[in-house]
């Protein structure tokens, strides 16, 4: 296709970064706020980021499976419909008051989301000239970084209710008085997901009308084209595993940042959840998407991997502060993380299909993607360490120890 008529694919496939953008941020939403619907401590309520990422680990051979046999529009397609289904389903579960629903409507909405996500990485690097596939990736997943302004921001204003009762306050209300109370809780994520789902509706429709080119790029040798069957073959790529067991690290990095945000905001500076949730949206994922279009341009003059390696570094000194100090220095040192690990996941992504077959890029994605599951394991060991400290403040120590890893993978497991 030209460059002209790839214009359209091209808006609607980047249009989909922002859907998953709003299911990881407004975990980080859901997270306090279920925790009080449902009195929950911080490893229970650790469960809505372990069914999301479960899904990513589960679905993600399935949907390249998928992808490989019938094509990217088609896999997009279901993505898309899994969505709807699963935002539709938090309805019920906020009627029912069902933890064990809201659970299960999370996990198909991040099935939705794996597919989009297995489909629509690969698919924009293709989308042009490869030696600019990185760039481009970075400048798609932009937009994800709008969705993460927007979904914490939106979700602290009409999900969270501002009304914090503590333990003994609780205890004191009578058993009407306090299923009132949890079920008005519950019941503030209805209207949020129903929008949510009808737009996700309309996009269904608009790519269902539109012609999708397949975007099949394959090398005129054939050199790397080992990975026509599905296969662990690709991992004998040593940058590849060295990708996909950083994105391990940085996935559960970045969700356990965010997650326990509003939590940590109110133990090291006495900050209410919609004041937190606000600060997390509006200047965390600010600079988390001014983080992408600025790290962009430097890629331009930096190779994506020293930049990496650079900004897994910084993260990792910014997280020192965040654990050791308290108030508003301690605070603000965890709000400037998001900046500079905004570019970490497609940088990691495009570095660890370098160099593979069009095959291999589609398998390759797939375990990209699995590699998820690591937002599903820290922020659940985060979980188990406030517990066993009674501090969510020390728990951010292994976000710390994950950014590590990705500066390593920066610096030299990126090389082929």
Known sequence: MSKKSMLIPVVLVTSLFFLWALLHNLNPILIPHLRKAFALNDLQSSLIDT????????????????????????????????????????????????????????????????????????????????ETATQRLNFAQSFNGLGAVVAPVLGGKFILSGIEHSPEELAAMGQGQLNTYLQSEANTVKIPYLIIAGVVLVLLLLFVLTKLPE????????????????????????????????QFFYIG????????????????????????????????M??????????????????????????????????????SSSGVIALYALVA????????????????????????????ASFLVMSIIGGAVIPLLMGLVSVAANSIQIAYILPLLCFVVVGYYGLRGYKM
């Open 51 to 130: 069914s999301a990422y479960i899904s990513y680990f589960v679905v993600a051979i399935p949907a390249g499976l998928y992808m490989q046999r019938y094509g990217y529009k088609r896999g997009i397609l279901w993505g898309l419909a899994l969505y709807a289904i699963g935002a539709l389903l938090v309805i019920p579960a906020a009627s029912a008051r069902s933890y064990l629903i809201f659970l299960s409507a999370i996990f198909v909405i991040a099935a939705g989301a794996t597919f989009l996500e297995t489909v629509a990485n690969p698919y924009i690097s293709v989308l042009g000239n490869k």
């Open 215 to 246: 975007g099949e790029n394959e090398e005129a040798d054939h050199t790397h084209a080992v990975g026509v069957n599905f296969s662990l073959n690709v991992f004998k790529h040593k940058h590849f595993l060295w990708a996909v067991v950083s």
């Open 253 to 284: 990095a970045q969700v356990g940042v965010g997650s326990f945000f509003i939590r940590y905001a109110h133990q090291v500076a006495d900050m209410g959840e919609k004041n937190a949730a606000y600060l997390f949206g509006s200047v965390a």
């Open 286 to 323: 600010v600079g988390f998407m001014l983080g992408r279009f600025s790290g962009t341009f430097l890629m331009k003059y930096v190779h994506p991997s020293a930049l990496l390696a650079v900004y897994g570094f910084i993260c990792s000194c910014l997280l020192v502060v965040a654990v």
């Open 337 to 364: 993380v998001p900046f500079f690990m905004s570019i970490m996941y497609p940088t990691i992504f495009s570095l660890g299909i370098h160099g593979l077959s069009s095959e291999e890029t589609k398998i390759a």
